[in-house]
T-cell receptor
Framework: AQSVTQPDIHITVSEGASLELRCNYS??????LFWYVQSPGQGLQLLLK??????LVQGIKGFEAEFKRSQSSFNLRKPSVHWSDAAEYFC????????????FGKGTHLIIQP | DAGVIQSPRHEVTEMGQEVTLRCKPI?????LFWYRQTMMRGLELLIY????????DSGMPEDRFSAKMPNASFSTLKIQPSEPRDSAVYFC???????????FGDGTRLSIL
């Protein structure tokens, strides 16, 4: 079965600094990969997705992620964070080809320092 | 466009009572998913439907849980009888088809006393 690991439970970044959130997955074939963001009391909003093709994918709110098959990773990056980026971030994987549900990591809580 | 709509947003009830959570997917979406979020276990898939048919219910924790999708615009998740360990946030999500990303509702925060 597939699994997702987000090694960092909390990350603190100064406003304006760069950000990288780590995600490692376990799945035998090419997975479908996603990053979602959750603000307090809200649902999950899709930031970006990777299905195939270019391994560097662009998303909303200035986020990007890079798929590295050799490292089984799909790390999320942003060159300059804003206070409004403070939230919980989830990496997720879905088996390719089917309407299967998502397997989520445990999430990374992002704190922005002024 | 309206997103996934869940009701109620909050539910507080006593142990043993029946609880019904409701979801209206995005119009035109043919896949619907129910997830549960807890501090201990994170986000877990409970069940999903494709074209109103349950495809995988292996995540449903016990027989006390049941889900239905009588038509393309409505689904329910029912817990009977409810227990304190069922307290969680329950999310519904829908996707256009089997290859598209899922869109989430704002969730129902359920507290069983």
């Amino acid at each position: 079965a597939q699994s997702v690991t987000q090694p960092d439970i909390h990350i603190t970044v100064s406003e304006g600094a760069s950000l990288e959130l780590r995600c490692n997955y376990s799945y035998g074939a090419t997975p479908y990969l996603f990053w979602y963001v959750q603000s307090p009391g809200q649902g999950l909003q899709l930031l970006l997705k990777y299905f195939s093709g270019d391994t560097l994918v662009q998303g909303i709110k200035g986020f990007e992620a890079e798929f590295k098959r050799s490292q089984s990773s799909f790390n999320l990056r942003k060159p300059s964070v804003h206070w409004s980026d403070a939230a919980e971030y989830f990496c997720a994987v879905r088996r390719g080809g089917g309407a299967d549900g998502l397997t989520f990591g445990k999430g990374t809580h992002l704190i922005i320092q002024p | 466009d309206a997103g996934v709509i869940q009701s109620p947003r909050h539910e507080v009830t006593e142990m043993g009572q029946e609880v019904t959570l409701r979801c209206k997917p995005i119009s035109g979406h043919n896949s619907l998913f129910w997830y549960r979020q807890t501090m201990m276990r994170g986000l877990e898939l409970l069940i999903y439907f494709n074209n109103n048919v349950p495809i995988d219910d292996s995540g449903m924790p016990e027989d006390r849980f049941s889900a239905k999708m009588p038509n393309a615009s409505f689904s329910t998740l029912k817990i009977q009888p409810s227990e304190p360990r069922d307290s969680a946030v329950y999310f519904c999500a829908s996707s256009l088809d089997r290859s598209q990303p899922q869109h989430f509702g704002d969730g129902t925060r359920l507290s069983i006393l």
